[in-house]
Structure formats: structure tokens, C-alpha cells
């Protein structure tokens, strides 16, 4: 399993930025998918955004669409969600994740066998 680490949540105001950084250590990093999964109090991971091993055709939840995005990179073992626009409804606990059971991007939590310690986003309106 991979071991992650996010950072860069924070207090913003609404419309504003920030980018979420995921750094991996571990067996080959390239070998994951790779998810961000926001979490509210009491309820489900979620999924807002995925990427693929080499990093094309990433996948964003429609929620997020035009505001999220991920990226990775294979050289630095990370992967990044930058996320413009901020509304306070994306306030969670945002989660790396890990996914070794495939090729493609999955959406379901349970498919990812590595998850980071999260880090607290929160934006007020």
C-alpha cells in the first residue's frame, strides 16, 4: 500500500482557492489510480475527482466540474486537486486515495485500499 499524505486545506472565503496536495511514498506510484473523496460529519465518502496511472482522461464529479482539478505527477509521487471557485457547500475533510485493483477511474470508496489522513477544507460564505 502506498502511504499518503495531504495538505493544503485551509479557511477560505467563498469564490476563492485552494490547491490540495497528496504526496505518496511506497510501492510504485505510477502503479495507483488516484481519487480525492470529500467527507461531511456522519455521511459517505464522496468522490469529486479521479486520475489514471499515466494521468489522461481524468474524471471529475459533476458537482465539481469546471471548478476542481486534478493532476499528478509521476516524478514527484503527488497528486493535486486544485479547486477555484470554493463554494461553501465543498466545505469537508478532503481524502487522497489509492486505487491498485485496476485500470480505470473508479468512484467507489471501497475500490481504493490506501486513503490519506485528510485534511480540513472549509469555506464561508
Known amino acids: 500500500q502506498l502511504q499518503l499524505v495531504e495538505s493544503g486545506g485551509g479557511l477560505v472565503q467563498a469564490g476563492g482557492s485552494l490547491r490540495l496536495s497528496c504526496a505518496a511514498s511506497?510501492?510504485?506510484?505510477?502503479?495507483?489510480?488516484m481519487g480525492w473523496f470529500p467527507q461531511a460529519p456522519g455521511k459517505e465518502r464522496a468522490f469529486v475527482a479521479g486520475?489514471?496511472?499515466?494521468?489522461?482522461?481524468?474524471s471529475h464529479a459533476d458537482s465539481v466540474k469546471g471548478r476542481f482539478t486534478i493532476s499528478r505527477d509521476n516524478a514527484k509521487n503527488t497528486v493535486d486537486l486544485q479547486m477555484n471557485s470554493l463554494k461553501s457547500e465543498d466545505t469537508d475533510v478532503y481524502y487522497c486515495?489509492?486505487?491498485?485493483?485496476?485500470?480505470?477511474?473508479?468512484?467507489?470508496?471501497?475500490?481504493?485500499?490506501?486513503w490519506g489522513q485528510g485534511t480540513q477544507v472549509t469555506v464561508s460564505s
Open positions: 486520475i489514471s496511472r499515466s494521468g489522461v482522461g481524468p
Open positions: 511506497g510501492p510504485t506510484f505510477s502503479s495507483y489510480t
Open positions: 486515495a489509492a486505487d491498485m485493483s485496476g485500470w480505470r477511474i473508479s468512484r467507489r470508496g471501497a475500490d481504493f485500499g490506501s
